[in-house]
Each structure stands twice: as C-alpha cells, then as structure tokens.
C-alpha cells in the first residue's frame, strides 16, 4: 500500500481494500497463538490521540499497535493541553517533535485528521472525526462478510438507524460500492434523508423495505441525545419501528448477517434474541477489529527488519 | 494449580493456599533484581477492568504483569462504554473477542466476576466484588504474616473494623479458617453483627476482648461514607472506642503485627507513630502484593517457554 | 553523574549541566531511527506520578522511558488513593514498597520530590514543584539555546511574563547563571518584583528594556486565573504590554531566539506569527525535551548491561 494516511474509504482503491482484508486475516492468526505477538512494530511510537470518549476503539488499536510490539502512548483530550486553550495544529505540532510513527486520532470535528495529516510526515488513521469517517470499523465489518459471503461483490447491505449522522455508516457506505456491493438504506427521514441517494445509496424509510432483500443487515447505534432533540419522538418509538427484533427478522433471508457497530442499547436497535442469536456476527467484528488494526499498522508504517536498533547502548 | 481463576478463597483448599504463597515468595526476588522483569508471560494479554476506582491494588497488578512481561490494557469504568448503558455481558463480550488471557477485575456488585468466569475461557481474577471478597489482598496479608510467624496454624487474628462490609475481611476470614487459625472480630455492632459467627469467627465488640489474645491484629479501613449514615455517630466517635493507638497497643502481645489494607485514614483507624512503629507490617504488605500478583498470574497462566512467537513477522 | 535525583538545578554543577546536555545530544539520534528504542533501561520501573494535570511533560517523559527499554507506570492523582484522604509520604511509602527505579513527580507543593528523595532509595527527579523548579525544562531550554549559540558564556537571556511564580524560570535562571549566561526578566511589578535580583538576575520592567540586548527572549505561559485575581487589569493589557508580537520582535536583534515553554496562549504571550515564524525555536524545545528526558534517566539511573536477567522463569 503506498499511502502515508488512511483518513476515508472514500476514494480508496478496491485493490487497496482487498490488501486490506488480506492482510488482516492474516494477522487474526497472531491473536489465536499463545505468544500473542510479532516483533514487526518494534521501537516504533504509536500515538492514540481520542478527543471524545471512545474505550473499544481506542482498546482495539492499543492492542493491536502492542501485538506488533510498538511502543503506545495515549494522549486523550481529558487530561491534555487542549483544556488550556492549545490549538489542535499547536498540539499536533507538540506530539511531531515527538517523533512519533503513527497518530491514531478520534475528533470530533470532520477533516480535523486530514488536516494534520497534509502537514506532517507520520501517519495518520481516522478513527472517526465528526460525522464523516471511521474507516477502519468499516474494514472489519466488510472483513467479517466477506468471511460469510465469500465475496461483497453483487451483495446487498441494508444500513439502518441515523444514517445520516454516522461515520461508521458513511465507510461502509464508500468501501461497499468499491467493492461491488448494493447499500440500502432506510430509518427516519431526519436520519435518511432523500439526498443520501447521491453517495449511491438507496434510501428507503420503512426496515420492512430493507429487510426482504438484504445479504447483511447493519444496525446503528442510536444518539439517545438525538431522539431527545425531536427527532424522533421517544426511544420507545424508534424501537417500535427501526428496532430488529425475531419477527422482523422472520421477514429477512434465513442466511441475513446481523451486525452493529457497538455498543448495542439492547432492547432500541435490536433485542437482546437478536443480539445474541445465530444469525449475529457482532463478536466477530469485534475480534475482526484488532486484526484489521494490525493490517493498517502494519501497512502503513511497514515492517521493521529486526536486530536493527544497532545495539546495546546509544549513549554509552 | 488447576483452577481457570480466582474468584475468592472461599473453597480454596489449603494446598492451593500453600502453593500460591511459595510460589508468590519466590517471585520477591525479581523484583529485587536490577532488571525486574522475566520473559514468562511474555506475549499474553492481561486486562486490568476496574468499575470502582483504585490506585493501588490496579497498579499493583498492572505491574505484576509487565515485570512477568505480559502486555497490559487498561480498561476503566470512566471512559468505558459502560457508561453509554452497555451492560457487563456486553463489556465483557467484547473483551472476550480481543482474545485476552486474564482479566483482572474490580465491580461494585457481588458476583460480578463469577459471571464472566463461568461464561469465558480466560482468567479472572477478582480484584474486589461489593463486599464479598478481594482474595490477592488476603494472600498478600497471609504471607506477611507467615513470614513473620512462620505458620497460621494456631495462630490467633483479630480483625477490627467494618467486618461486615469489608470484603478484604471476608477473605482473610476464608483463607485463614483454611490454614488453621483462629480468627476474632471486632467492631461496633452494626459492622460486627452476631451472626457473622456463621462464617466461623468469633464475634467480639470492644477491640479490648480481642487485643490480648492476638497474633496478628487487622485493622480495616473505615468508610467515613458509612459512618455519616448512622453507624456511628462520627469519626471521631470511631477512632476513640476502635481507633488503635499506642496505649491499646500496649494490651496486645509484645510480638503483636499490626495490620492495615491501606489507605489508613491516619487518626482514625490508628495513630501515626502505630502505622509507623515497630509493630507495623503494612509496608510489607505492599511488597508482598506485587509478588502474591506475579505468582497468580503465573498459576492461572502457566509459563510460556520463551522464543515461541514463531519469527519476526507474521503477515509477510 | 554521581547524584540520586534531580530536584532543581540550584546547585548542580556547570560539569554536571555539560554532561547532561552532552548525553541528551546523543540521545537524540535514537528518536530519529526507525527502531527508537535502545534496551538501556530493561527492567526497570520508572513511575510518573502527577498530582497536577500536564500532558506535554507526563508524555515526554513517558516517551523517553519506552525508548530506553523501562517499564512505565502512571500514578496519577485524580485516580489516587491521595483523594481519599492518604498523605503523600504514605502514597510515597506505597510506591516505595513496589521497588521503582525512579520516579518522576510533579506536586502543587515547594519542596515535596525533596522531601521524597531524602527519604527513599528511587531517585527522584522534580517534573515541577509548587513555584520551585522544574529542571527538565530549563535543561532542554538550554540544550536548544547551546544548539544555536555554541555556548551559553556571556549570552543574554530575557525571560518576559510572571517569572516570580515560574518554576521553569527559576530552573532557567539558576542553570544559565551556571553556565555563564546573563538573565534579565521582565514583567509587571507583581510578577517581576525587585526582590527577584538576588537570584542573580537584572530586573526590568518594560519589554523594551531587554529586547534589544537579547540573544534569546524566552515568553513565559501567562495563568489567567493569576490575571482575574487583580494582577493586571485583563489579558488584553497584559497582550499590548507583555505580548510579543513582529513590531516589538524587530526591535530585538536579527539573530534573537524565541522561545517559550509552551502552551502557548496564542495572541496573549506571542502573536500566531511570531510562534510559528523563522526566529521561534519553541518545536526543537519539544524535540530535545524526550532527549533531555532520557539522558536524565540514563544518567540516574545508569544503564544495564544486557541479557541480566539471569534466564526464563525464576519461579519455575
């Protein structure tokens, strides 16, 4: 791969994604082994840097830079200079003279990782900025169908929740039609609103007219905040109408995948039968994600030859 | 040691007990070493998920794991998506897909850790379940005191305090009763009731009717939380009729240990110069801490032979 | 270097400076590999233990202890047994019972990482104490100064802002008058009182009266808490008097470095174009602060000859 950054899939080649995907089942094996690690990573700085609250993703990619022996630092927003009034270029700025290798950022302004990633020579990894990006979740979701599917190409996958507010919606919306696959999407019209249809996507409004056709059905977290800011008008409500539950899903193709991008409010998106039951592949994302992390990591920073810090001691 | 984890001592038999506390005195001399750290967990994934807040016994732990050169992640309550409403099946789900070998785990609700242990492959170890037990306290304060007293068998501990609510109470009073000694309590009777009788001690009320006969004498940390809800009419109440001070201390035996879990409300469970005074074994408890975590790691773990990771890097 | 700690730089020799700043210049092309790390430090336990809030610092030296190969434990303040009412020789008594190597300790207290060095075996090295010192940052400051003076001999060094409650100039005024250099501060009367000359340095009172004689203008951050309490009116006085900004910067030599400790309040201490123009040397301060970090830690420390750890699996 010869990017420096993986910022979006938009605008990421199918042959990319594929190395992508290859390499991280490659990796899945490292995770299943006693000694869980590859000294690939060593001595490299691999900075996560969350400005909003985030505990999977930001596990997910701290173990996966420690299985590639990396050095981790965490640099969260709670305890940083950025409360004193820094600007986010002034810490970026700090965190380069670190010398870091990679910058694993959450922000939530959109184009905040993009911004430092045009002026500074480590990578860089989107791990959600605003409402626009999280490539490396839709990695591991397109990851885990493709392990069902055999191939996304020709498949359906229907999107359902607030589409319109979610980066993990909008990855896989621009990896899916990459890789040849048809994305409906349907919820609320404040939350699927008709000019979705330009990013290639079908918008429909009820889950019944999503259901019967889809290959995987991705169920969204719901903002309680933003039911509350009348969108909608209860949670009760939602659940009512975009919530899976098993007569529902009695609607869709008995080989249907379920998956949700987590954490689950069981009992609004989906109920906990359809969470926990055999047509759920939600873990799986989950283990998928440490995998897929390990692939960007790994493709992005490339592997270090090993026995290479040149000795024992620098200052000696 | 065959057991998956480590949930409590209760029903940990006295060979087990033994074996822990060889193997944890053992371990004292690595961290001795200039170079305190030994491959053997190299390569394993411990988790430490606190959902209560704890410095001490988290970084002990932590760094039992890293001087046995595993990788540490923290999971902590505060930044967790626990608090987006997901429940501790679903934590702990999640968790379980990023494949760790231990999870070392703080709850406030009874049980907590039990659950996950019978649902999963990896090892728990409960740091601290509500007011059942915290049994790697209990092991680290019995190999203080066997140092010191070279058995338990016979030996006579008085513990004073809040008995009841005190899970490192709970478990001393388990692995005690297991090696053979005589436990005594001691505490104002809404902490002390009668019917702890029931679990095998002898319930006393004034710390004079324990302090005579004592070997060892535990004093427990008081929650000033609780004692602001009508258990005692104040602090200061406590410290007179239960607080250990030097003029109590001259009732015990000349040999007497004196015991503390930490923090030590100074004044209040005991006056400075007994926390600091010749008697006082609570620093070795500390040290011995680290130790008694190594060695639980090691026996729930068991030991990699080192050089297994199977050569530099995986997915080339 | 033949001390245990480094509290402040009161006191420590021009050879002792030298050597410092000579190791950390070597230091510095370990952060420019692509493995950054030298297995110095393997072993080893270095805890940063930050009772006040600082990202930059707490990182930098986090950073430099992973590239010497130590194992790194965080104990910070808002997660301590310290809210819970412990004292910090006890907190200290605790860490001392978990045999670190060092620790690196910032305190809203004068005099506390002294108080601790004299009591225990660890060396000690002061991230900052109340309004005392904070010798890393005077000595990466001075490395960055050395880089581009040659010497620091009969230069010139203006500190502008509240030097009476800076700890980073009270470390830079007692190191450069070691090295030979000549300090002039300035600042309003509050924060620059006449007092201040017995340290040795020339106190001005308008930014005009050390401009111009200046080899190096070191800003100070501003505390706006500190303004609100009555010592200058507003943050927009304190801007057109004590602000650098081009005009005044012209009436400085051409050759004048400008540096600050950063964060920067932009627009308050120095304009945008000032911090990021050709003059300002503020990032290579970052950069030299990890190197600074780690020559410290190498020096204090002393590095381990490697493959000590005497084999696989003590407990075995």
Known sequence: ??????LGLRGVSREEIVEILDTAARFRSVSKRR???????????????FFENS??????????AKRLSADTISFSSSTSATKKGETLMDTARNLDAMVPDAIIMRHPATGAPHMLAQKFPWAVINAGDGINEHPSQALLDMLTMRD??????????????????????????YGLSTMGARVLVAGPGTMCPPAMSELGVEVRHRIDE??????????????RERLSRGMMSSVRE???FYGLDMEKLRRARPEVLVMHPGPINRGVEMTPDVADGERSVILEQVTNGVAVRMALLYLLLGGAPSGSDGGDDAAA
Do not use: C, W
């Open 148 to 173: 069902h599917l055999g191939s996304l190409e020709g498949k359906t996958v229907a999107i359902v929740g607030d589409v319109y507010h979610s980066r993990v919606a909008r990855s896989n919306i």
């Open 238 to 240: 939602y659940a009512t």
């Open 210 to 223: 999503v259901l019967p056709e889809a290959d995987v059905i991705m169920m969204l977290r719901i903002q």
């Open 35 to 49: 000694v869980k690690k590859v000294p690939t990573l060593r001595g490299r700085t691999v900075v996560t840097a």
């Open 55 to 64: 505990t999977r993703t930001k596990t997910s990619f701290d173990l996966a």
């Open 1 to 6: 791969m010869k990017r420096k950054d993986l």
